[in-house]
């Protein structure tokens, strides 16, 4: 794109300063197919088509551009030769015969001469015109012309649609340009025209001159080379994207993932994702996502009906996930970057997002690397995330606010309900040893418990649901035992001594009778300094957690009498009000 506007560089500069060569322009022409504001990009090129067609050569233009043609030619050859290459694409749409008035040095072939006309001079006067040349040359070096912003506007309104679109999305690119993509120069296009000049050191006219256009696309397509962006269709995970393949490469299918790993030190890897599955499968994917390493805690998480996005950020990593159900199918993708990347990453992102495809096919769940060694700490290879401290709380209202232990407060940066949902400490009793978490957003639990105002009866059967084995479990467990004692190992009235085994991950759970009703809270399986035996567990009584929860302002919902469930439905309810909270930092 940066050709066109090069090359209409040199042909307006020829109409507005008649550089004419008449005894060029009936003696010989040169098919014009590109120009750049720059040797080594010029150099690069002109060497790229001497590998494809005859007569290349590379000049430097009295506007100081850098021109690559073919010839000469007689005008006639000149426009079979033109002809001829269009229909073949083998050089750019918009190439056309130029006579030569600009060309004033060659820069290749090294030591030829295309612009000499045949003579009889003496080398006497060859030698004097090689140094009238230089003489010529040397100022345009210095200072090149360049358009009036009169100019600029009538060379700009040659411009296409296309070339105007171009202009705005390069401008867009580098953060000067917020605006739709319209092709309209007004006043927001115009304003970012200024700024970019001003980033540049020109004069801020607000109006780009045919250079300043070709410099600004040369700009965005250097960036875009340096991210080596290219649409890539991976049939197997039937995903059609754009991916920076400067910065990542193919490495392996593991399901449900197509992994990209990082090249070049670039600190960016993608995955793509893809599975056959339904909502279910989509929301399970949205749960296990937020466990992994790659997707720090801290971030913004939704989730709709069909799809999910994702992000994380923290002083170490970034990413973004988005995934949504097509047909039978989740489809999307995971990108993640460090820091560093950051300024990278705000480019591609958007690129990634709009160019995003859902085509035919999906992972096999046997897509795996061979002798991949998978354990619990890790999902299709990629690292589980684990909290510092992971205890049992139980819902104790409709909009779920949790009542759980204090060893998850004060010692964790973030606190989260079932891995999901981010809470606040609204309460905390140390005496008590219980905290009262309110989520940061409104929750629609399956159940709560309904607080015993009496004690339960000694010797009777009670139930303890919680998160053992240091909450690796996905839902919660229920334990049976017996109440032992209305009070405290010291005679304590808040408390009751139970006789059942329970783990460390266990404490802040629910006890409930047999029909259904939480007489009160696991309490740590300490008492100060001293262990208690496995097969006895101190639990807080719920007839004394009601006043304490009535006047921190928490409304509970008091028992009442029912009949007897057995063990199965006892177990459901218990699981539908308890939860795992999980400390984090």
Known sequence: ????????????????????????????????????????????????????????NGFRATTGLYAVSLGPFDPETGQLVLQRLLGQGLIPRDSYLEDGGLYAT???????????????????????????????AEPVETAPLDETPQQARQSEALLTREQRDELQIALQWFGFYNGRIDGAFGPGTRGSMQAYQESRGMEPSGILTTRQRAQLLDEYQSELAALGMRNVLD??????????????????????????????????????ISQPGDRATLFGLYEIMQTLE?????????????????????SELRSHTEARLVGGA?????????????EQVARVLPMMQES????????????????????????????????????????????????????????????????????????RDDTLGIVVLSPNQQLAPLGFAQLASDPARLRSEIAVAGYPFGGALSSAST??????????????????????????????????????????????????????????????????????????????TQAQPVGALNRENLSREAADMTVRVSCWN
């Open 356 to 427: 995003f495809r859902a085509v035919d096919g999906t992972l096999d769940p046997a897509a795996v690397p061979e002798g991949l060694d998978e354990s619990v700490d890790m999902v299709s290879g990629l690292t589980v995330r684990r909290p510092d401290v992971v205890r049992t709380g139980f819902y104790i209202d409709a909009r779920g606010t949790v009542l759980t232990t204090t060893e998850v407060a004060g010692q964790c940066g973030q606190i989260l309900i079932d891995n999901a949902y981010e809470a606040s400490v609204a309460y």
């Open 235 to 272: 049939q197997r995970a039937g995903v059609q994207i754009d991916l920076p393949m400067a910065m990542v490469e193919f490495d392996s299918y593991n399901f449900p993932f197509a992994q990209y790993e990082e090249i070049n030190d670039s600190g960016v890897r993608v995955m793509l």
């Open 330 to 342: 989740v489809k999307g993708f995971t990108l993640i970057w460090e820091p560093s990347a950051d």
């Open 294 to 314: 790659i997707v720090p805690l801290e971030g913004e998480r939704e989730r709709g009906a069909d799809s999910f996005t994702l992000t994380g950020q923290s």
């Open 1 to 56: 794109m940066a050709t066109r506007f090069l090359q209409g560089l040199l042909a307006l500069t020829f109409v507005v300063f008649g550089f004419v060569s008449t005894a060029q322009a009936q003696n010989q022409v040169w098919v014009q197919i590109e120009a750049h504001p720059n040797l080594a990009t010029a150099e690069q090129r002109v060497r790229a088509y001497s590998q494809l067609v005859d007569n290349v």
């Open 479 to 556: 334990t049976f035992g017996s109440l032992e004692d209305l009070r405290g190992m010291n005679g304590e009235e808040t408390m009751q001594r139970l006789a059942v085994e329970t783990a460390d991950t266990e404490a802040g759970g629910p006890v409930l009778d047999l029909s259904g009703n939480v007489i009160g809270m696991v309490l740590p399986g300490t008492i100060g300094n001293r262990a208690l035996p496995s097969d006895v567990t101190m639990a807080l009584r719920a007839d004394q957690l009601i006043g304490v929860l009535a006047d921190a302002g928490v409304s509970v």
């Open 106 to 136: 060659q820069f290749f072939p090294v030591a030829a001469g295309a612009l000499d006309e045949p003579t009889d001079a003496t080398d006497a006067d060859t030698d004097a015109d090689a140094e009238a040349a230089e003489e010529v």
